[in-house]
């Protein structure tokens, strides 16, 4: 079944110390999101990929970067995470010309 | 400040019975909305959308209402079952460029719904 697959589904790592987060799809969108979910809050966007061009949303902080090397995976490196930073992190992928978002299982980041 | 907003953080029904959801957003411009259903440790999946050139779409049990001058919509489960218990999220397109570079959503907080057997 065509999917977004996200790895690990739980991460656990030091404070300040680098972490990063996958996703691949096989739905070959060329639209993948990432967002972070803190509990009892709304899903927030942190940036976009249409094709490969990066799209950043305004707040998010540069500790956050990704990286698209092909259509199917993306990256969200966490160069120094804060204990602020332990939250879900749902990929989402969409294709051109429609607004829905199929989501992946999320990774759960845990920041000690 | 949120933007599109949820003010029922959860929500009990008996099976069987309706199940209204709702959701309420500040700008006029939005013109497309989603609902997404999330079960734990799952990620969101898509339910049922409705652009605003209508007032009703329907998708077998669910139906989603807009009332545009009220800046409100509604998610209607008839009848609620309890595979229907899990968070709902509501999200609206704040800049809809017809699928293009720009087009993006904002969520709500959710509601989560209990549906008692």
């Known amino acids: 079944d065509a999917m977004v697959i996200q790895n690990p589904r739980y991460q656990v790592t030091q404070f300040g110390k680098p972490v990063t987060l996958s996703c691949s799809q096989t739905l070959n969108h060329n639209v993948m999101y990432w967002y972070q979910q803190k509990s009892s809050q709304a899903p927030k966007l942190l940036f976009h990929y249409y094709d490969k061009d990066f799209n950043n949303e305004a707040d998010t902080p540069d500790n956050f970067q990704s990286r698209r090397p092909n259509t199917s995976f993306c990256f969200l490196d966490i160069r120094s995470p804060g204990l602020g930073d332990a939250a879900m992190y749902l990929c989402?992928?969409?294709?051109?010309?429609?607004?829905?978002?199929?989501f992946g299982p999320g990774t759960r980041l845990t920041v000690l | 400040d949120q933007q599109v907003k949820q003010n029922s953080p959860s929500l009990s029904v008996q099976e069987g019975r309706i199940s209204i959801l709702n959701c309420d957003y500040t700008?006029?411009?939005?013109?497309?909305f989603l609902w997404y259903k999330k079960y734990p440790a799952e990620g969101p999946t898509f339910l049922i959308s409705?652009?605003?050139?209508?007032d009703k779409n329907e998708d077998g049990r669910f139906t989603v209402f807009l009332n545009k001058s009220a800046k409100h919509l509604s998610l209607h489960i008839v009848p609620s079952q309890p595979g229907d218990s899990a968070v709902y999220f509501c999200?609206?397109?704040?800049?809809?460029?017809?699928?293009?570079?720009?087009?993006?959503?904002?969520f709500g907080t959710g509601t989560l719904l209990a549906v008692q057997p």
């Open positions: 999200a609206a397109n704040p800049n809809r460029d017809y699928g293009g570079a720009t087009n993006k959503l904002i």
């Open positions: 700008n006029s411009m939005f013109d497309y």
């Open positions: 409705i652009s605003s050139i209508k």
């Open positions: 989402a992928t969409r294709t051109r010309n429609t607004d829905t978002q199929y």
